[in-house]
Nanobody, 124 residues
């Protein structure tokens, strides 16, 4: 069974850090471009970051540039999202997704597999 599982979410104070993990089972993540998305209550899902399968190039949303880092660990078949200097507006459910495209898809319809999400809450 092909599956993505996110973990690492939780409650953190503003300015704190979390590292989210996206682990795959049933397929090899380095064959896929991987995106991290988030969705806050009452808001549309937005892409936070993506790493390509072709070259490992990364992209970030302007709102997280310089604070978040996406990285692969192929030995663990896992992609991470390191989140630093967290802000209350980062509060959301975070999802990872895998795409067979060698570049990051422009639309969410370009992703083939999705995880179930992990809650991140930034609050004092």
């Amino acid at each position: 069974q092909l599956q993505l599982v996110e973990s690492g979410g939780g409650l953190v104070q503003p300015g704190g850090s979390l590292r989210l993990s996206c682990a795959a089972s049933g397929f090899t993540l380095d064959d896929y471009s991987i995106g991290w998305f988030r969705q806050a209550p009452g808001k549309e899902r937005e892409e936070v970051s993506c790493i390509t399968s072709s070259s490992g190039s990364t992209i970030y949303a302007d709102s997280v540039e310089g604070r978040f880092t996406i990285a692969r660990d192929n030995a663990k078949n896992t992609v991470y999202l390191q989140m630093n200097s967290l802000k209350p507006e980062d509060t959301a459910v975070y999802y990872c997704a895998a795409s067979m495209f060698r570049l990051c898809p422009r639309y969410t319809s370009g992703y083939d597999y999705w995880g179930q999400g992990t809650q991140v809450t930034v609050s004092s």
